[in-house]
């Protein structure tokens, strides 16, 4: 049981049975554990808003959390820590972490709705690849000739020439 105790003033309190005996002529009061702080302090000491802030802003960004932690100033075992505390802020920074990702999209989309041909061939070949890539010719002959060598194989290991 983690208590802490509050040393009584036995000449002005009351002294009651749930009262303990730690030290000769000194008699404490249990403390609640709620109002204790026990372990290192978040973030070795250093103001918690500000680091917060810090590695929300590096997230936005898209930084990797060993980079965040490094702008921060923290440890990656202090991040955690805090992570493990507040589940609430591990649910923020994977959407920070999107932020990026998502202004990318509503550019490149936008570049789409102001008729910007070179975007919107650039999308296509990503999106639909097997479709719009300069790259298909070449990848229907390397397929083929997979399949060619497949072919092969099967044949040599069907005489017992290739194990």
């Not at 898209?62 to 507040?86: L, N, P, Q, T």
Request: charged residues 30%; hydrophobic residues 35%.
């Amino acid at each position: 049981m983690n208590t802490t105790f509050k040393q009584l003033n036995t000449e002005t309190e009351k002294i009651s049975i749930k009262d303990f005996l730690l030290k000769p002529s000194a008699y404490y009061q249990v403390v609640p554990n709620h109002f204790i702080k026990i372990g290192r302090p978040t973030f070795d000491g250093k103001n918690e808003s500000e680091v917060v802030a810090k590695l929300q802003y590096a997230f936005s960004i898209g930084a990797k959390v060993s980079e965040a932690c490094c702008f921060a100033g923290i440890s990656k075992d202090s991040f955690h820590r805090y992570c493990k505390r507040y589940p609430e802020f591990r649910d923020k920074i994977e959407l920070l972490q999107n932020t990026p990702i998502f202004i990318s999209r509503v550019i490149i989309y936008n570049a789409i709705l102001n008729n910007d041909l070179k975007i919107s061939k650039w999308y296509l070949e990503k999106k639909c690849p097997e479709e719009f890539s300069y790259n298909r010719p070449l990848m229907i002959k390397l397929k083929q000739k997979e399949e060619r060598i497949e072919y092969l194989e099967g044949i040599l290991k069907n005489k017992k020439i290739l194990f």
